[in-house]
Nanobody, 121 residues
């Protein structure tokens, strides 16, 4: 049984930074690519960032490129999303995903419950 637990969300002002964390348990972690997705109220879940299993390759949505960094610590079975210069449009429920490798939510098998990010202008 794979479990993903996100943390680090909160209510912040535009321009602030947040670091989201996702701890993985229940299976081998090192061989998976990991992804971050988000879902705003009334909108579909969308890709934010992904990182390969050894951390060599990171990919980002255009909307967060240059403002977000995804990285992982395999020794801690944790993947992080460092977000800076946050904007109100970054508001949403942020999910960690595993068991896949692509850019679509349907590419991933395992999901956490999400951590809420609210950015006020």
């Amino acid at each position: 049984q794979v479990q993903l637990v996100e943390s680090g969300g909160g209510s912040v002002q535009a321009g602030d930074s947040l670091r989201l964390s996702c701890v993985v348990s229940g299976r081998g972690f090192n061989n998976d690519a990991m992804g971050w997705f988000r879902q705003a109220p009334g909108k579909e879940r969308e890709f934010v960032a992904r990182i390969t299993w050894m951390g060599q390759t990171a990919s980002y949505a255009d909307s967060v490129q240059g403002r977000c960094t995804i990285f992982r610590d395999n020794s801690k079975k944790t993947v992080y999303l460092q977000m800076s210069s946050l904007k109100p449009e970054d508001t949403g429920l942020y999910y960690c995903a595993a068991g896949g490798s692509g850019w679509s939510p349907s590419d991933y098998t395992y999901w956490g419950r999400g951590t809420q990010v609210i950015v006020s202008s």
